[in-house]
């Protein structure tokens, strides 16, 4: 490349870069959820892979539908303007997804990790030229690119980000807070077959796939944010030629906070149990989208070990006395945010924050 079209690049990355942190200048609140399903049949092999063309048959009248590169059931409606009214929708759909495909024995599993099927024995279900690079690139790293692909189901929590400074300070507090989500809703207790010794195996996956493409507790560190996520963006190698233009390239980064123009995309949890799905995004909202909750967050946690905290998310979690104590602060903070939102804006307390704060180890952060 020569150096004008050196210059050409760096410029388009910065420009892209600084696009992503743009923010929702309109003062919204919205929030939108994404949530990642394992399907399987209970007859007559409960590890024969589901294929994606059953499933899109079966879901052909089921709205806001995708797929993952294993097979995982994507269900991604639209954003909503309170936090209450995105668990409602994603419920809905979740409700239409189950019963279409229970019509044709196929059920599905709200769980981190696939619990019974290997990578190999999913295969790579979803051939497009990205995810082939993919497959690819991760497999120079090591084993865990492909469990990540093919085995693991999430919970995304997107809330609109603020412009300016207050989004800067979000954006930090959303890092900060991610791996203790991860611990407190860890749900991934059984892969291929096999019982872990954590219930993080998913935060564990996520933390050996690619470091350089992940960054999990390198972001959020400085005020200045373009800089470090242009830093992260332009080190991390393109998957392919073909997915070396600036846009390509982003949508192939996978931390566990992205920023994706007007809002936040929070990647750190697992898909959880119904039961655990209001109150996850009540939390991670009320955290989230109130500008004095961030502000106490970064004054918290500014300058914590954020790697060590992932390390131990992916190994003991939520039963960690450090882990435990930060839950236990996040979740007081969140109740007095709670008071600065609108009536209804969260879930109700029987599906939201109460439900947070009677989890068990969590008991100090009653009020």
Not at 5 to 24: C, I, P, Y
Not at 192 to 206: I, S
Not at 257 to 281: I, K, M, N, Q, T
Request: overall charge neutral.
């Amino acid at each position: 490349m020569t150096t004008t079209g050196m210059r050409s690049q760096k410029l388009a990355f910065e420009e892209a870069v600084e696009a992503q942190f743009d923010g929702a200048y309109d003062g919204s609140r919205r929030v939108g959820l994404e949530r990642e399903l394992i399907a399987y049949r209970h007859s007559p092999d409960i590890t024969e892979p589901v294929p994606v063309a059953d499933l899109r048959q079966a879901l052909a009248g089921v709205p806001d539908v995708g797929f993952e590169p294993g097979g995982q059931v994507e269900l991604h409606p639209g954003p909503s303007e309170t936090a209450a009214a995105a668990v409602a929708v994603l419920r809905e759909r979740e409700r239409a997804a189950r019963a279409a495909l229970a019509a044709v024995g196929i059920h599905l599993a709200a769980v981190g990790l696939d619990p019974w099927r290997s990578p190999e024995r999913l295969g790579l279900q979803l051939t497009d030229h990205r995810y082939r690079a993919m497959d690819r690139h991760f497999d120079k790293i090591g084993p865990a690119g492909r469990r990540f692909m093919r085995q693991t189901a999430g919970l995304q929590v997107c809330v609109d980000l603020r412009p300016g400074v207050e989004g800067v300070v979000q954006w930090r507090a959303a890092n900060l807070i991610s791996p203790v989500l991860a611990a407190l809703f860890a749900n991934s207790r059984v892969c291929g077959g096999r019982r872990l010794n954590t219930d993080g195996g998913r935060t564990a996956v996520c933390l050996a796939t690619d470091p350089a493409r992940m960054a999990y507790g390198r972001l959020g560190r400085s005020p200045g944010l373009v800089g470090e996520y242009l830093r992260f963006a332009t080190t991390a190698p393109p998957l392919s030629e073909r997915l070396a233009d600036v846009d390509a390239h982003l949508t192939t980064l996978f931390p566990a906070v992205r920023p994706r123009g007007r809002y936040l995309e929070v990647r750190a949890l697992d898909s959880v149990p119904g039961s655990d799905l209001g109150p996850a995004v009540a939390l991670t909202t009320a955290l989230l989208a109130v500008p004095g909750a961030a502000d106490e967050i970064v004054s918290a946690l500014d300058g914590i070990d954020v790697p060590g905290l992932w390390a131990l998310a992916a190994g003991p979690g939520i039963r960690h006395p450090i882990l435990n104590g930060l839950a236990a602060g996040l979740v007081r903070i969140a109740q007095a945010a709670a008071a600065d939102l609108p009536s209804g804006y969260l879930p109700p307390d029987q599906d939201g924050l109460a439900r947070v704060a009677e989890r068990a180890g969590l008991r100090s952060a009653r009020p």
